[in-house]
């Protein structure tokens, strides 16, 4: 029997609404994405990425004051104890960096000097989602290292998250312009409601688990392709592409054998994903001020073919792959990039769920065999 002959049954759980929440409207009419009522354009293009994790986080954006204290605390959190790093080391080196993360994350719980409070301690959910943001490029860049041999480098609790971030990655500090490319498709990145990634995380801080959980499942669960995973497959695709004069006949020969082109489509816009035009804006000033536009123009044929045959929009992961390829960050970190602006919205969002808790424990519809005897074992 088809499962959508259930009435009651929305596979994907598309369009069934699950949850409350006052941290973030996705408006597929106007194409918006806001934050606490902020849209996330004018954060992003006025804003920081410390603005925007301070205002998921605390649930209000600081004043200059509270600003340069949010700075502090993220400088001074950087670190990570050096037992996480020899976690980190023990892995074999073809680990994906996803998973770095997710270990890395799992080391560091108990690390956490909240991490005996009840997960039920607010202020101290609150203080958590602090250090693991501030935590979090930290150990990207430096799983990075470890998987390329590299030593470590300690973070600079002067710089940003995306200065910092850039720092730790290259070995030396970014130009400002680079800064601030990264830092806004981190706060383009930070958060968008009811996502797979942010919703298995719900799941997981419900059953009263702790913040730190929420956040390994959160890595887990944003690694695969469907979702975070996006933005490095689209990178690859536009690789294997080369140029923009085979970029139209090879999504055509693409669609034709049936196969998802990375970076395209959404579950929630279909009008427009809010966040690609600011992307697309800052990948094509790159590849001005490189004087190389061919990744512009192959992404753009990418576009047009899609749009003409499927009328299927590019998101978010397309413009942030060929916008980070541009800025020469390593394919295999794009999707842990991902992981260093969303655990501000996981965050947050394991704190609202918290602050009025109830099990997550959707029902299904069983179509196994029907009630049977007991077959003894040796008659099987
Ligand atoms: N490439 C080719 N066709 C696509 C497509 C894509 N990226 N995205 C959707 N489609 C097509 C589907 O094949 C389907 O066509 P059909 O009705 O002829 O079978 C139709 O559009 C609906 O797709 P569906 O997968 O049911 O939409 P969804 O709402 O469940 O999926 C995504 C949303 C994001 C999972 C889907 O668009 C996708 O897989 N995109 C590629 C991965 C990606 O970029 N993920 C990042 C999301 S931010």
Known sequence: MAATAYPNYSPGLEGIVAGIT?????DKEHSRLIYRGIDAHDIAEWGSFEETAHLLIHGALPNAQELAAFRKTLGEERQI??????????????????????????????????????PLDRAANVRKAVRITAKAGTIVANSHRIRHGQPIIEPDPSLGTAGNFLYMLHGKRQDA???????????????????????????TVATLSDIYSGIVTGIGTLHGALHGGANEEAMKMLIEIGSADRAEAWVKDALETKKKIMGFGHR?????DSRVPILKKLAREIGERKGDMHWVETAEIVEKTMMDIKG?????????????YQLGIPIEIYTPIFVVARV??????????????????????????????????ESR
């Open 268 to 272: 929630e816009y279909k009008k427009g």
């Open 344 to 377: 501000t919205g996981w965050s947050a969002h394991a704190i609202e769920q918290l602050d009025n808790n109830r099990l997550i424990r959707p029902a299904c519809i069983y179509e196994g065999p029907g009630l049977r005897p007991w077959p003894a074992l």
């Open 81 to 118: 104890p050096g037992q996480v790093y020899d976690v980190l080391r023990l892995l074999p080196t073809n680990t994906h960096p996803m998973d770095y993360a997710r270990a890395g994350f799992a080391a560091l719980a108990s690390f956490d000097p909240d991490y005996a409070t009840s």
């Open 177 to 203: 312009f680079t800064e601030k490319v990264l830092d806004t498709s981190l706060t383009l990145y930070a958060e968008h409601g009811f996502n797979a990634s942010t919703f298995a995380c719900r799941v």
């Open 312 to 324: 299927i929009i590019p998101n978010v992961d397309f413009p942030a792959a060929y916008a980070y």
């Open 22 to 26: 006052k941290i973030c409207e996705i």
